[in-house]
């Protein structure tokens, strides 16, 4: 590798795009392709990026295999800040096959890292993990080793263990500081912030009272009958009753739970629960079955008493009834809270990371755009969806990871 390539590809590696593309701009073999892709991807102009990293490819010959698995990595990473999370896993991995076979162990890590990352964002946390734990960062560089921190970070915080995803921060943040890449750094403190940030609602006694992933944390063991609005569930210590599926159900267990210890009248009851504006004797008979349904549903949890005027939730177990729900709440709320990262999302992508049909998520994102809540720029396949950018700055998509250098 002559002197031009290998100073372009240090210069990848500390996070300086232009200071790369300022040796291989003109020119136009194929390691010089791939670099400057990479620089593209770097700087946030990603479709230029993929082309050259595309055309790079294509070119390398089969004696050059080691080449092409680097550059099928990097496409990768590519579509994985392109949140085009449609990428054959099957094609990264055989990329990775190659790179360890050919001893370039830190971009086979790398690979090992996007796989990882691509499952911690579609909900896969077990499959996450279970790669997690076979990596080891120790001997990797030290771009490597603060995403390994970030996606240990990532799975505590969903997994509300907040003291291990304060310990992987901490990490990453030495990690960050020693690879000396501001966007890196950057990125460690926006998921620091995420343990200060309120992610949920609690209401308890007409009190209304934000909480954090430390306070979710500590929920857990809390002796209340909680009902679960983010989840939608009903809980109380090691017991739980999903009602995920009954909508019905649980739109009426929400209504008693926000009341209690007070009942809530009959027709608030229908009217929350089947949105009727005008009432009549089916919706009372209809209500009086959905009431049984709930009984049966929590009992061993709560009871469901008749009133005078309406119904009201006693628990078994628990001296206080709490009612946790979203911080925002909308029809929408789950396809805002994937495009709140920042990061363009295709239809497809969010559909899978929702795990619900791609058609659903057109629909809600026309909505979504009806209100002017987010915005879509390509057509067709290259569509992509994103929150409006706060004005006076840019969206600034920045690959860390090293281009190494032979």
């Given amino acids: 590798m002559d002197s031009l390539i290998t100073a372009a590809a240090r210069a990848l590696a500390k996070g300086d795009p232009l200071g790369a593309l300022n040796r291989v701009a003109l020119r136009e073999d194929l390691p010089a392709l791939a670099l400057r892709g990479i620089a593209m991807a770097q700087l946030g102009d990603l479709p230029r990026a993929r082309e050259l990293i595309r055309a790079a490819a294509r070119a390398f010959g089969p004696n050059e295999a080691l080449a092409r698995a680097r550059c099928i990595v990097a496409e990768a990473e590519i579509a994985f800040v392109s949140r085009d999370l449609g990428w054959a896993p099957k094609a990264l991995d055989a990329a990775r096959e190659t790179l360890q076979a050919h001893g370039d162990s830190s971009n086979a890590a790398h690979a090992r890292y996007l796989e990882v990352r691509r499952l911690l964002l579609i909900g896969?946390?077990?499959?996450?993990?279970?790669?997690?734990?076979?990596?080891?960062?120790?001997?990797?560089?030290?771009?490597?080793?603060?995403?390994?921190?970030?996606?240990?970070?990532?799975?505590?915080?969903?997994?509300?263990?907040?003291?291990?995803?304060?310990?992987?921060?901490?990490?990453?943040?030495?990690?960050?500081?020693?690879?000396?890449?501001?966007?890196?750094?950057?990125?460690?403190?926006?998921?620091?912030?995420?343990?200060?940030?309120?992610?949920?609602?609690l209401i308890a006694a007409g009190q209304v009272s934000p909480q954090r992933l430390a306070d979710l944390e500590a929920l857990q063991t809390s002796k209340a009958l909680i009902v679960d609005a983010c989840r939608h569930a009903v809980r109380h210590a090691q017991?739980?009753?999903?009602?995920?599926?009954?909508?019905?159900?649980?739109?009426?267990?929400?209504?008693?739970?926000?009341a209690w210890p007070d009942d809530v009248p009959r027709d608030a009851l229908i009217r929350s629960a089947f949105r009727a504006r005008q009432l009549d004797e089916t919706h009372r008979a209809r209500l009086r079955v959905e009431i049984g349904r709930l009984r049966i549903a929590l009992r061993g949890l709560a009871g469901v008493h008749a009133t005078s005027r309406g119904f009201t939730i006693a628990p078994r177990h628990a001296h206080e009834v709490m009612v946790l729900a979203r911080p925002v709440e909308e029809a929408h709320a789950a396809v805002l809270a994937f495009l709140a990262d920042g990061e363009t999302w295709s239809?497809?992508?969010?559909?899978?990371?929702?795990?619900t049909s791609q058609r659903s998520v057109q629909r809600a994102l026309d909505a979504l755009a009806g209100a002017?809540?987010?915005?879509?720029?390509?057509?067709?396949?290259?569509?992509?969806?994103?929150?409006?950018?706060?004005?006076g700055f840019a969206t600034a998509l920045l690959l860390t990871a090293p281009w190494p250098d032979d």
């Avoid at 390509?378 to 004005?391: I, K, N, S």
Wanted: aromatic share 2%.
């Fill in 347 to 355: 239809s497809s992508a969010l559909a899978l990371a929702l795990g």
């Fill in 372 to 391: 002017g809540k987010v915005q879509s720029f390509g057509h067709g396949r290259a569509r992509r969806w994103m929150t409006p950018p706060m004005p």
């Fill in 239 to 258: 017991a739980s009753v999903s009602l995920a599926r009954r909508p019905v159900l649980f739109s009426l267990a929400r209504a008693l739970a926000e």
């Fill in 124 to 201: 896969r946390l077990d499959d996450a993990e279970r790669i997690l734990a076979a990596l080891d960062p120790a001997p990797l560089p030290p771009t490597l080793r603060t995403t390994h921190e970030l996606v240990s970070a990532g799975i505590a915080m969903r997994r509300l263990h907040t003291k291990a995803a304060d310990e992987a921060l901490a990490r990453a943040r030495r990690a960050a500081r020693e690879a000396g890449i501001p966007a890196l750094s950057a990125e460690v403190e926006s998921a620091s912030q995420l343990l200060q940030t309120p992610v949920a609602r």
